[in-house]
């Protein structure tokens, strides 16, 4: 890492352009290709799998986007089939139906023998329909394209005359503003931390130019890998969140160390380079079990999953590189200015510094150290109730009825499900192979057998497929697309076209019926999902806990870790469910009805979560590790450690909390959803467990905490995560070599590295070690006995030197 740090320090500026020629580069091809996202849920061999895939060979006509455009009127104004109603409304659809990409425009006015299409009309004649059939599906219309049909449908709306839209189309087009001006004011939030925290507007940037070059890169690239296997729309913008919330924070840690250089005397290149082979090394490793979390999404085989999984751990891959390529070449560019002009006046005035003021980081240490069960038990208690809702979670589909009310998605949802009934927007689709005479009777009499099945609303006549071998029945529930009774009518229908349904149609045993639509395919993925889940959550505790034995050489600690993830993942859910699927403040939020959680949300989040727990996890006890190799004093270890990191990581917290929450603004409901759960186990993570939980249970374990077998000690390869400062040079005047003790603190009187004598201030860390801070009192209960070193020495008296 010194290596690398040198040579980018020393060619700056080629750095920079060859960051800037990718950063341009990738966004141009991005650019030329196109996207090519696919929000395909289908899991090959389940029924709603086999119906998608029958309706594009058979029903090319519906593979379109077909949005709907809905008018009602109101009570006192008469209804839709008034002429001035009628030829209105005509005019309006026809303006549609001659803007480009528009293939077709079927209206309820378009029977010319009766007047009216009575069915795409409301029983009490109130409500109406068109529907707009596009010449590609929606994640390929242009903007400007839906643009266009929502301002001419708008224009139609009049006095006692509603008109609204619907449909995966309008609803992409209505988001696309609201994405990036989450993102603007995530950066903006993250840049008045930085600023607030360094004091220097260079250094504040600093991280936010590393993330942003970092995460535009990976925002176009996934666009091209979108052409290469299958990616879901909200992949890029779920990059973006996880790249900007991880990329800024790897750059705060390198640039706090690089700080902590510049007080202590030594010279930009140098600081900067010290910085970089330090906490860089914490940052690759920490942006390594990102990735490992995020890649554990293949091992569950679903394509749909894979393309998200690798989009994100290619956002983290590119940001950790920025961050120990980019960022030491802009430390170098900006020189001394890392530091604000009173800090570069104090230091000119009075000389380097070793060690820092005390503050609020060193009083909670000790707080958590004298009072470790207290806090415990609060902090057990409070993710115990957090994590409650939890136990309710419910996979299943949100559409268009939970967005915002002001959205006009939501309006023409609404007025549908009041004209039509609510399960008229999430209709259920059967399609039946037909191999002779015997099955096309069979199917002609479903629709009659189909109508008394319970929960059934209205059922269509059966179509016939041009080849004359597939045929499909339209069936529209009584209750909602996400409601629980519709998914229990999916099962029943099934179950009954298996073994009921179809032999009272006709003796027909070779006709095979499937079964889905919108609450169907969503159930399908759910349930393939959960059956998949434990194995998956295996696989990134086991290869994650892996990782932190190998690196702390510890039992102890990667089972704390593994039930801190667990613990933060289980709360974080509780949040999300209370507040979508519960509906606490969702409407207040501006985040639309309450509804069930999308069953990709718990893969997704359990992979970036536990990734993200590991990053505080890494940074908090590798400091703890070193103090603990140090000293072989457990409390003391414990105590400088989360002394001398909480500050850095409660400011890393509160800057990915402040990005992550800013998506909420985002007008995607699945984006909102990540973003709030992403901040509340953020915040949970850093605040209650790493700061609060994971230190005092650490007290009350004791030297257990880093208990290993030794013949496992002798098998486990050797890893480091912080490797040992590089070779120092002679120090500046005034400056304490690494490892002395500072200017007027006593010589220790033990042999034991950095261990003060009786009654001493604990001896800070040398500045290119770890961040600096002031000496902590050692708290000990009144009445207790000091412990006694491992390697403790005689002090004067006769007595041991507790170190």
Not at 133 to 141: C, G, I, K, M, V
Not at 432 to 455: M, Q
Not at 594 to 605: D, N, R, S, T, W
């Amino acid at each position: 890492m010194a290596a690398l740090a040198r040579w980018c320090l020393r060619r700056r500026f080629v750095v920079i352009a060859l960051w800037l020629a990718a950063f341009a580069g990738v966004s141009v091809a991005a650019a030329v290709t196109g996207s090519a996202y696919s929000n395909d849920y289908g899991i090959p061999g389940t029924d709603s799998a086999r119906v998608s895939e029958l309706m594009e060979r058979e029903f090319p006509k519906q593979a379109g986007d077909s949005d709907t455009i809905v008018w009602h009127t109101a009570r006192d104004a008469g209804t839709v089939r008034a002429v001035d109603v009628r030829q209105h409304m005509t005019a309006a659809l026809e303006r549609v139906e001659k803007l480009p990409g528009v293939v077709s425009v079927a209206g309820p006015y378009d029977n010319t023998d009766s007047g009216a299409d009575t069915t795409r009309i409301s029983a009490d004649g109130h409500t109406a329909y068109a529907t707009v059939l596009f010449d590609r599906p929606a994640a390929e219309l242009g903007e400007s394209q839906v643009r266009d049909v929502v301002d001419t449908v708008r224009a139609a709306a009049a006095d006692g005359l509603e008109v609204e839209m619907g449909g995966a189309g309008i609803g992409a087009a209505q988001q696309t503003g609201s994405a990036h001006l989450s993102e603007a004011i995530g950066v903006a939030a993250a840049a008045v931390v930085l600023f607030l925290a360094f004091g220097s507007l260079a250094a504040a940037l600093l991280p936010i130019a590393t993330a942003v070059v970092g995460v535009g890169t990976a925002y176009a690239g996934v666009g091209l890998l979108g052409h290469a296997m299958t990616v879901a729309d909200f992949a890029p913008m779920l990059g973006t969140l996880i790249g900007l919330g991880v990329g800024i924070d790897y750059a705060l840690f390198i640039v706090t160390r690089h700080r902590q250089g510049l007080k202590a005397g030594l010279p930009v290149d140098e600081a900067a380079r010290r910085a970089v082979a330090t906490s860089g090394r914490a940052v690759i490793f920490a942006g390594a079990t990102v990735c490992m979390a995020l890649l554990g999404m293949l091992v569950l085989r679903l394509s749909f999953l894979n393309g998200v999984a690798v989009a994100a751990a290619l956002t983290v891959l590119l940001t950790v590189a920025a961050s120990v390529t980019l960022l030491p070449a802009l430390l170098g560019l900006i020189g001394p200015r890392a530091l604000s002009r009173r800090e570069r006046r104090r230091l000119a005035a009075h000389g380097p510094r070793t060690r820092a003021r005390g503050g609020f980081a060193a009083r909670w240490s000790a707080l958590v150290e004298r009072r470790p069960k207290l806090l415990a038990a609060v902090a057990v208690v409070l993710m115990l109730v957090l994590a409650l809702p939890t136990l309710s979670l419910r996979l299943g589909t949100s559409d268009q009825g939970n967005d915002p009310a002001s959205a006009t998605t939501r309006r023409a949802y609404d007025l549908l499900a009041e004209g039509f009934g609510p399960g008229f927007n999430g209709p259920l689709t059967l399609v039946g192979r037909i191999d002779d005479a015997a099955d096309r009777v069979a199917f002609g009499k479903l629709p009659e057998t189909l109508r008394g099945i319970e929960g059934v609303a209205s059922v269509s006549g059966s179509v016939l497929s041009t080849s004359g071998d597939t045929a499909l029945i339209t069936v529209v529930p009584e209750t909602a697309p996400q409601s629980r009774a519709t998914s229990e009518l999916v099962a029943r229908l099934r179950d009954q076209l298996g073994g009921e349904v179809l032999p009272r149609a006709a003796e027909a045993t070779s006709l095979k019926v499937y079964v889905g639509g919108l609450t169907a395919g969503y159930d399908d993925f759910a349930r393939v999902i959960v059956g998949k889940l434990p194995l998956f959550v295996g696989v990134v505790v086991g290869l994650g806990s892996i990782l932190l034995l190998l690196a702390f050489r510890s039992i102890g600690i990667p089972v704390k870790a593994a039930v801190m993830n667990v613990a933060a993942v289980a709360a974080s859910f509780g949040v999300v469910v209370a507040i979508f699927q519960w509906g606490w403040g969702s409407e207040l939020l501006g985040l639309g009805r309450a509804g069930p959680i999308e069953p990709f949300l718990p893969v997704i989040m359990v992979s970036v979560l536990f990734g993200l727990s590991m990053d505080y996890q890494v940074f908090l006890v590798s400091r703890m590790y070193e103090e603990w190799r140090r000293t072989r004093d457990n409390r003391v270890a414990v105590r400088v450690g989360l002394a001398e990191t909480g500050r850095v990581i409660n400011s890393a917290a509160v800057i990915m909390i402040a990005v992550f929450s800013a998506f909420v603004l985002s007008g995607d409901r699945i984006i909102a959803m990540f973003g709030i759960g992403l901040a509340a186990a953020v915040a949970l993570d850093a605040f209650v467990l790493r700061t609060l939980l994971v230190p005092a249970l650490m007290h009350l374990l004791g030297g257990a905490n880093w208990w290993l077998p030794r013949r496992l000690d002798r098998w486990l390869p050797r890893i480091s995560i912080e490797a040992p400062s590089p070779a120092d040079p002679d120090p500046a005047p005034g400056v304490p070599a690494p490892g002395d003790p500072a200017p007027g603190v006593p010589a220790p009187g033990v042999p034991a590295p950095g261990a003060p004598a009786p009654g001493a201030p604990v001896s800070g860390p040398s500045p290119d070690r770890a961040p600096e801070l002031s000496p902590i009192p050692h708290p000990r209960p009144s009445g207790s006995r000091a412990p006694t070193a491992p390697h403790a020495a005689a002090a004067p008296g006769g007595h041991r030197a507790a170190p």
